[in-house]
């Protein structure tokens, strides 16, 4: 089970949640997502929004598209959660945001049409 809280890099950030709300644990690979993190993907885990809380100081807030929001700190840039109104009722948190993010560990891959060809992961999760 995944500890319920995390932070952004500087520690002014921070977020806290009910560990058994944990909707699922996922890699995203879509184009959006890697650019927001300049990374080659990211790992995320959803939680009822209920269940999740702002403990720190309040992220800002990036309408990347139509739907879509993304939450990070405006002070170390660090990216912190995504929201989008294609799953109503829950946030997304970054995995690597987590204070023990070895806990979140993946269950699939979205958006694997957009992996990258030169990213090579040797596992057998679910693709889609």
Known sequence: ??????????????????????????????????????????????????????????????????????????RCGSQMAYRTEQSPGEIHGYSASLDAPEQAEPANHDHADEQLPWLHLADDLPRA
């Open 1 to 74: 089970m995944i500890e319920g809280k995390g932070r952004c890099l500087c520690g002014r950030v921070t977020y806290k949640f009910d560990p058994e709300a944990v909707l699922w644990q996922g890699h995203c690979h879509c184009e959006s997502c890697r650019r927001a993190c300049s990374a080659p993907m990211t790992t995320f885990f959803g939680v009822r929004d209920s269940a999740w809380r702002w403990s720190g100081e309040p992220p800002a807030v990036f309408a990347s598209s139509p739907g879509v929001h993304r939450f990070f700190c405006d």
